[in-house]
């Protein structure tokens, strides 16, 4: 049984320019070279008519993986992320993301969306919303390891979402 993810995060910005940094390649770069692991790389980078689809591979070391995880894995942990992300109206993104862990029989899948809102100031603001689901395919401890992977997926968006902001006050 898969393991439900969802994430939603606010930010002073626009949508369209949460959207902008989020399908710019140097924005990928720079975050896989802060947030990606010693084998980070963005792999594949294509500007489409209404967005963007991209492909990063991130890596994070053994000596930082769990025990349960270490013994499923055996090494290092290579992620090849894929994400597609479309225009479809002023203020409104949505996109797809996919991810599978080398080596080891998990994948994770989901939707994203970023839209304009208004807060309960009154003040404008966008929103990102990721639902997915992470589902391991390991007899008697699958359960933990989706659990232990849907934990890791939250903190790694609460980063990412923080270099986001810290990258729009710096480029934006």
């Not at 993301?97 to 966008?126: K, N, Y």
């Not at 939250?154 to 923080?162: A, G």
């Amino acid at each position: 049984m898969a393991r439900r993810i969802e994430h939603r995060s606010t930010s002073e910005r626009s949508a369209v320019e949460v959207y902008r940094a989020l399908i710019d390649s140097g924005y990928l770069a720079a975050r896989l070279e802060e947030l990606g692991g010693p084998t980070a790389s963005l792999v594949q980078h294509v500007g489409t008519e209404d967005g963007a689809r991209f492909q990063t591979r991130q890596g994070v070391s053994v000596d930082k993986l769990p025990s349960l995880a270490r013994t499923v894995v055996g090494g290092d942990l290579l992620i090849d992320r894929s994400e597609s992300w479309r225009r479809e109206e002023d203020g409104h993104y949505t996109g797809e993301i996919a991810a599978e862990i080398a080596g080891a029989p998990c994948s994770i899948t989901g939707s994203m969306w970023l839209r304009d809102i208004v807060a309960p100031t009154g003040t404008a603001v966008s929103e990102l919303v990721v639902e997915g689901a992470v589902k391991v395919t390991v007899p008697f401890i699958s359960g933990k390891l989706e659990d232990l992977i849907a934990d890791q997926v939250q903190k790694m968006l609460v980063d990412e979402d923080n270099f986001t902001a810290a990258w729009l006050a710096q480029h934006g």
